[in-house]
Each structure stands twice: as C-alpha cells, then as structure tokens.
C-alpha cells in the first residue's frame, strides 16, 4: 500500500505561483511513476504532469507546457509540482497519483495510476 498526501493548493490571482508537494508512504516510491491530474466541477479528472521514476522522462498536458514543472526527490519520496503564470482556468482539485511499480503505459491515462492521494484545491482569480 502506498499512502499520498498532497498540499500546497490555495488561493492565488492569475499570474501568480503555487507549489504543490506530495509526500508518499513505503518503501517502494523510487520505481513508481509519479503523476498529477486535476478536476474541475462537473468535469472529468484530467492529464497534467508525469515523471518517470528516474526524472529522465517527463510528460505535461498541452495545457500547461511552458508553464508547469513536474520534478522528484526519490530521498525524500516527494513529487512537485510548480506552477506559474496561473490562469483561471486551472482552477481544480489537483491529485497526486502512484503509477505500477516501474510501470511502461501511457502515464496520461489515469488507469496507470494505483494509488490517489486525497487532492488539494487550486483556486485562481481573475
């Protein structure tokens, strides 16, 4: 089993920044993809970031390129997400998920992903 807590979301205007941290349990996080997805109300959940578990390999939602890094510290079995340049429309939960133990799909698809953490909001204003 694998426990994720996420934190980091909050209020913030557009153009601003945020950071959102999620910190895994076990022993087993250095061999799992890791990824971020976000959902709006009355959406679906939605693709935003992955990092394979070496940190060579990265993938971002077309939504967020240029504006969101995904990065890992497999010492401290954390996975970021920095945001900047904020616009209303990211606004969402956001949810940290745990990929197969040295997982090869597609790590867009939410499927690939075996363990959730329990989400943290982000709120921007316009």
């Known amino acids: 089993q694998v426990q994720l807590v996420e934190s980091g979301g909050g209020l913030v205007q557009a153009g601003g920044s945020l950071r959102l941290s999620c910190v895994a349990s076990g022993s087993t996080f250095s061999t799992r993809r890791m990824g971020w997805f976000c959902q709006a109300p009355g959406k679906e959940r939605e693709f935003v970031a992955a990092?394979?578990?070496?940190?060579?390999?990265?993938w971002y939602g077309d939504s967020v390129k240029g504006r969101f890094t995904i990065s890992r510290d497999n010492a401290k079995n954390t996975v970021y997400l920095q945001m900047n340049s904020l616009k209303p429309e990211d606004t969402a939960v956001y949810y940290c998920?745990?990929?197969?133990?040295?997982?090869?799909?597609?790590?867009?698809?939410?499927?690939?992903?075996?363990?959730w953490g329990q989400g943290t909001q982000v709120t921007v204003s316009s």
């Open positions: 998920g745990a990929g197969r133990t040295y997982g090869v799909g597609d790590p867009r698809i939410s499927n690939q992903y075996d363990y």
């Open positions: 990092i394979g578990w070496s940190e060579r390999a990265v």
